[in-house]
């Protein structure tokens, strides 16, 4: 069975600016009181450990917002203090997402020696002009300079790319992937543009002011990243996210599996001893909290079994090698075929979309366009 691992998620919310498609509890800030925040950070990491001692931590990962804006010395300290406060795998992963902009790529070899050992480069796009429409404040030729500074600074790191962007089409897309590959390390997370309510693409595609690719054509992208990343050696693991064997993100892993983890940070969640945490959003409410109490937490809720089983069958059937009735039990305490419907089960096997076998179900590549439909259909 596959451990999920325990890991620690450190938001760090601010941006130099708001991308129109982003619905993350990310602000823009022209200035950041950085040892504040590192006080702040870590305090509220050091009430976490003493609900959740003496386990073992697989990985670190520092998420936003744009975390490579943070001061590396507060990379550093909080990975020092996670370190003091848990036993640490002697494998850990410790992700920093990052714009390749020369400004923060000029930082790498300083998160390199703060600890960070993995990159997480948001490029989106190889070409400018979608570039400018993704509200990215890079170019191309700084994400190329970005991602070649990355391969020297860290062992491992991944790029982020979004397609089935408007006027893309499957044969412009194939084309920017296959560059893509030649850069790529051993991960790569390719994310279909969808618009997400509170952004500022979703008036402006309600106004018609873009049109996204017809859903064939969509589809289509879809089927095209999927082979063109496994003939290249990095084959899907999850329905986003495309690895060199070995080279998953351990971090997200722990996530999709179910497994227990920190959130600390304006609105960060988390997962401890079956309650569901999430930290106050508001980033100066959540610093002014931390500083009073120790900790900003807005919600700790026991997770009602039947929830928590419609979770983890959410998220387990994003990963190609889907659900492992084992694991499930393991994590849930409960059996996976009793939280199925198994007339829902039969159909959706039936229609192409499921895999079910003794050991578990998992997605097939039509069921992973339909995720949702899918989930709805075989939860009880």
Not at 299 to 313: C, K, N, T
Request: charged share 20%; net charge negative; glycine share 8%.
């Amino acid at each position: 069975m596959r451990s999920p691992g325990f890991g620690i998620y450190i938001h760090w919310p601010f941006c130099l600016s708001k991308c129109p498609y982003c619905d993350f509890n990310s602000h823009a800030a022209a200035s950041i009181d950085q040892p504040r925040w590192r006080a702040a950070l870590l305090r509220e990491l050091g009430h976490f450990a003493a609900r959740k001692p003496m386990t073992e931590v697989t990985s670190i990962f520092f998420g936003g917002g744009t975390p490579s804006l943070m001061d590396p010395a507060t990379a550093a300290a909080l990975v020092e203090r996670v370190a003091a406060l848990w036993p640490t795998a002697a494998d850990l992963e410790v992700t920093l997402e990052a714009n390749p902009s020369t400004v923060e790529a000029g930082r790498f070899r300083d998160f390199r020696a703060a600890g960070i050992n993995r990159l997480s480069l948001g490029v989106q796009a190889l070409n400018d002009t979608d570039l400018r429409f993704l509200g990215r404040r890079h170019d191309a030729a700084e994400a190329l300079a970005a991602l070649e500074l990355a391969a020297k600074v860290f062992g491992r790191f991944s790029f982020d790319l979004i397609y089935a962007r408007p006027g893309q089409t499957p044969e412009s897309w194939r084309d920017e992937l296959g560059r893509a590959l030649t850069l790529a390390g051993d991960h790569l997370s390719m994310y279909q543009l969808t618009i997400e309510d509170g952004t500022a693409f979703a008036p402006a595609h309600a106004r018609g002011d873009f049109v996204l690719p017809p859903e064939d054509q969509q589809a289509e992208m879809f089927e095209i990243t999927r082979d063109l990343t496994a003939a290249a050696g990095l084959p899907a693991y999850e329905v986003s996210n495309h690895a060199r064997p070995g080279a998953e993100c351990r971090h997200n892993l722990t996530y999709w599996l179910g497994g227990d983890y920190v959130g600390i940070g304006p609105g960060a969640h988390g997962r401890l001893n079956n309650t569901a945490t999430r930290q106050h959003r508001a980033a100066d409410i959540w610093l002014k909290r931390v500083e009073e109490n120790g900790h900003a937490t807005q919600e700790a809720e026991e997770l009602d079994p039947a929830i928590r089983a419609e979770e983890l069958v959410m998220m387990g059937l994003r990963l190609v090698d889907g659900i492992a009735a084992e694991t499930f039990a393991a994590v849930s305490g409960q059996s996976l075929w009793d939280v199925l419907d198994a007339g829902g089960v039969a159909r959706m096997v039936t229609g192409g979309f499921l895999e079910k076998s003794a050991a578990g179900i998992k997605a097939t590549p039509a069921g992973m366009l339909v995720l949702n439909a899918l989930t709805a259909e075989i939860l009880t």
